[in-house]
């Protein structure tokens, strides 16, 4: 894992929570998770099209554990291309999301120190800007906004006040228009049984 995790995890020793990558014996308690803070709607989003069959971009599937070990939040980004560019080229983003902290633990900062660890993983693997749909009230502390995103669709209904953008690098989504696409890497399916 990157020094920025690291790091958080030095500076947040005392605390009851450290940050972490997601690891495969984490999957079951981060879906559980994801049903109890988001509900039974939440495989029917737009955004979940640009995640259906795709793995996470690398190093970008982050957790909280409590003292346990025990995931507490989750927060993932993926591969997208935003729309292309005013020479025709496909824009490289992140999509983020889901972002969701056990509502047993909302509210102890938890949510925002994911984000935080997800926006410099992100900056220090190199990439040019993070969009997510959510709540403008909540993600424009991180520095996310609709601004960036008026030329941009997702491919489905959705809340063109709730997708937002954050840029990495300065003017990245400059000239962004058309819809998201999904870019990442395909899960890998399980071989075909060969008939005898
Ligand atoms: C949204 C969520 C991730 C916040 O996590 P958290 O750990 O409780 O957040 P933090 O402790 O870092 O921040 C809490 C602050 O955010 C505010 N906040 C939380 N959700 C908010 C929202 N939807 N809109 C505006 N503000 C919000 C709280 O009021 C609180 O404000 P305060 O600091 O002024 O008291 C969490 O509530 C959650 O998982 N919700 C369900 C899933 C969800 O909606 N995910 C986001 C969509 S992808």
């Known amino acids: 894992m990157a020094a920025v995790v690291d790091t958080l995890r030095a500076f ?8 972490d990558s997601e690891n495969a014996g984490d999957v079951v308690a981060r879906e559980n998770l994801l049903d109890r803070a988001m509900g039974p709607g939440r495989r029917r989003k737009s955004s979940e099209k640009l995640r259906r069959g795709r793995v996470p971009a690398e190093g970008l ?8 070990g025990h995931v507490i939040a989750t927060v993932r980004l993926w591969n997208v291309e935003a729309g292309i560019d005013r020479e025709g080229h496909a824009v ?17 900062g938890i949510g925002g120190m994911l984000m935080r660890a997800a926006i410099e993983e992100a900056k220090s693997r190199g990439h040019g800007a993070i ?9 424009e502390r991180f520095g996310f906004f609709a601004e960036r995103t008026q030329h941009l669709v997702m491919p489905g209904p959705f809340e063109r006040n709730r997708f937002l953008a954050l840029e990495l690098k300065e003017g990245w989504l400059e000239g962004a228009a058309g819809m998201l696409v999904a870019s990442g890497r395909k899960l890998a399916l399980p071989p075909l049984k060969r008939a005898a």
């Open 92 to 108: 490289p983003a992140l999509l983020l999301g889901p972002l969701a902290v056990d509502p047993t633990h909302e509210g102890k």
């Open 12 to 19: 947040f020793a005392p605390s009851t929570f450290v940050i």
């Open 61 to 68: 599937a982050l957790v909280a554990r409590d003292r346990d």
């Open 131 to 139: 969009l997510l749909v959510g709540d403008a009230a909540y993600y």
